[in-house]
T-cell receptor
Framework: RKEVEQDPGPFNVPEGATVAFNCTYSNSASQSFFWYRQDCRKEPKLLMSVYSSGNEDGRFTAQLNRASQYISLLIRDSKLSDSATYLCVVTTNAGKSTFGDGTTLTVKP | DVKVTQSSRYLVKRTGEKVFLECVQDMDHENMFWYRQDPGLGLRLIYFSYDVKMKEKGDIPEGYSVSREKKERFSLILESASTNQTSMYLC??????????????FGPGTRLTVL
């Protein structure tokens, strides 16, 4: 079993749709959690950190459930520019990061 | 803005050659990382370093070594390149604040082809 597992995707949604991605992790020593976005042939870039209390940044909401070892990302009112691969990242208290394989989102007009 | 630069965007080498991939960050970050990214396998950690001259193995260190002589520079070395090391190599750095590990900033990547 992989340390970090994401929904396999791909997700194909119309503009304006709400879409949710899930991610589970197996290492209970995990300390920090992030969602990254990666565009085709580009490097990953931080989308948002994920906090225990949940956090929101505009149309994006991230949630963390430590008991279930589960992270989610919700995108509301999808835009064409949201099309990308979304990577879930889990970092242990020793500083080692593990990336999920990513979920590809395509937003269509 | 944080800037992470990598020495080459594209590199072609022959089997058996020694290959050096260089990474430099300009934000005085403590941690630096080397990953490779392959279709269907995602990003996999090769090595990371949390201080000068310190290194830790990641998930796939075999066939690789690293060097961190200065805080801003982290080098990945392929002692004898093989065709299965053809991949996209990504370097990243991250700060440590209040004992917490923070987000990573990535370089643009080096696409290495080993013939």
């Amino acid at each position: 079993r992989k340390e970090v597992e994401q929904d396999p995707g791909p997700f194909n949604v119309p503009e304006g749709a709400t879409v949710a991605f899930n991610c589970t992790y197996s290492n209970s020593a995990s300390q920090s959690f992030f969602w990254y976005r990666q565009d085709c042939r580009k490097e990953p870039k931080l989308l948002m950190s994920v906090y225990s209390s949940g956090n929101e940044d505009g149309r994006f909401t991230a949630q963390l459930n430590r008991a279930s070892q589960y992270i989610s990302l919700l995108i509301r009112d999808s835009k064409l520019s949201d099309s990308a691969t979304y990577l879930c990242v889990v970092t242990t208290n020793a500083g080692k990061s593990t990336f999920g394989d990513g979920t590809t989102l395509t937003v269509k007009p | 803005d944080v800037k992470v630069t990598q020495s080459s965007r594209y590199l072609v080498k022959r089997t058996g050659e020694k290959v050096f991939l260089e990474c430099v960050q300009d934000m005085d970050h403590e941690n630096m990382f080397w990953y490779r990214q392959d279709p269907g396998l995602g990003l996999r950690l090769i090595y990371f370093s949390y201080d000068v001259k310190m290194k830790e193995k990641g998930d796939i260190p075999e066939g690789y070594s690293v060097s961190r002589e200065k805080k801003e520079r982290f080098s990945l070395i392929l002692e004898s390149a093989s065709t299965n090391q053809t991949s996209m190599y990504l370097c990243a750095s991250s700060p440590v604040r209040g004992g917490q590990y923070n987000e990573q900033f990535f370089g643009p990547g080096t696409r290495l082809t080993v013939l």
